[in-house]
């Protein structure tokens, strides 16, 4: 299996659930790094949800406050999120266009 290292930047995400990483039926992805950052004058609630093979969603942050101009390091420090197949990671916000959001992983196929 080859692994292959990328990053993945994801601009003005809002109101709208916004995928910032998605497996296939082959692939998986070890999320090694997320971070949100409010670009925006406001502070505003963030959520990141996490969708299984089944359908189900979860959250894996749920509206957290972050403070105007802040970064908030989601995953970091040695933790792993796994996204095994067919796998979707989502980032929301409540304010629209309101977040810039890195994501940091190794794709296994």
Aim: no cysteine; aromatic share 4%; net charge negative.
């Amino acid at each position: 299996m080859a692994i292959t290292f990328r990053n993945s930047v994801i601009q003005g995400v809002g109101t709208s659930s916004t995928s910032v990483a998605s497996t296939d039926g082959v692939t998986t992805l070890t999320i090694m790094g997320l971070s949100i950052t409010n670009i925006t004058n406001n502070i505003l609630e963030v959520s990141v949800l996490l969708e299984d093979e089944n359908s189900n969603l979860g959250y894996y942050l749920k509206n957290t406050i972050l403070a105007p101009n802040v970064s908030l390091r989601v995953v970091n420090g040695g933790e792993r999120l796994i996204l095994a197949n067919n796998n979707d990671l989502f980032v929301v916000s409540n304010v629209d266009n309101s977040v810039d959001v890195i994501v940091s992983y190794a794709e296994q196929v």
